[in-house]
């Protein structure tokens, strides 16, 4: 599994933006750059994925690094609801290995 | 349902006790992980099945743990003599690719307490 590293925690503002950065720079040509994120008291829940072009979803965009070495998940306007654990995983097929991920605290 | 299913949702035991809990994926799901979740920790992988290959039993943290899956349906990991370092999340996930993109889809957890 590719290794990740991931600030241990974010601070952001209600209604404005949110770069969470992401490292992972022994990532596999295969492999898709997913992120997830998990709320108190709840399982993870998919939030966006690439390969090697940015992507945008109702939920967020997903910026990819020409070098695929490192992304950023952005978040256009942090509600309260988008306080969690956020997780970047390199992934193909088999185990999915999580990391520590980054902890994001929405003041309002 | 539309969902992974966790059952149970809770569950306390004494210490030496056996557990088996119980992880319905989404229906058509090959592949499917559990994963061990301690409180204020990250998410440690236990085991991946993927069809009928051969599961990665590989993030077992020691042999009173196992886990079964019949085919493409539901799942049991059972944990023998519990201990209180157990206590846990215990989170089921479910996948419908190999391969490309994977996304998991995960259920609720089974809490597990060891007294």
């Known amino acids: 599994d590719a290794k990740t590293t991931q600030p241990n925690s974010m601070e952001s503002n209600e209604e404005e933006p949110v770069h969470l950065p992401c490292n992972h720079s022994t990532i596999s040509g295969t492999d898709y750059i997913h992120w997830y994120r998990q709320l108190p008291s709840q399982g993870p829940e998919y939030v966006i994925h690439g390969l090697t072009s940015n992507v945008n979803n109702r939920m967020a965009s997903l910026a990819i690094a020409e070098d695929r070495k490192s992304s950023t998940l952005i978040l256009h306007r942090a509600t309260l609801r988008d306080a969690a654990v956020y997780y970047c995983?390199?992934?193909?097929?088999?185990?999915?290995?999580f990391g520590d991920g980054t902890t994001l605290t929405v003041k309002p | 349902g539309a969902g992974v299913s966790q059952s149970p949702s809770n569950k306390v035991t004494e210490k030496g006790k056996d557990v088996e809990l119980r992880c319905d994926p989404i229906s058509g799901h090959t592949a499917l992980y559990w994963y061990r979740q301690r409180l204020g920790q990250g998410l440690e992988f236990l085991i991946y099945f993927q069809g009928n290959s051969a599961p990665d039993k590989s993030g077992l943290p020691s042999d009173r743990f196992s886990a079964e899956r019949t085919g493409e349906s539901v799942s049991t990991l059972t944990i023998q003599r519990t201990q209180q370092e157990d206590s846990a999340v215990y989170l089921c996930?479910?996948?419908?690719?190999?391969?490309?993109?994977?996304?998991?889809?995960f259920g609720a957890g089974s809490r597990l307490t060891v007294l």
């Open positions: 995983i390199p992934h193909n097929a088999g185990k999915s290995t």
């Open positions: 996930a479910s996948s419908s690719s190999y391969g490309g993109a994977n996304v998991l889809t």
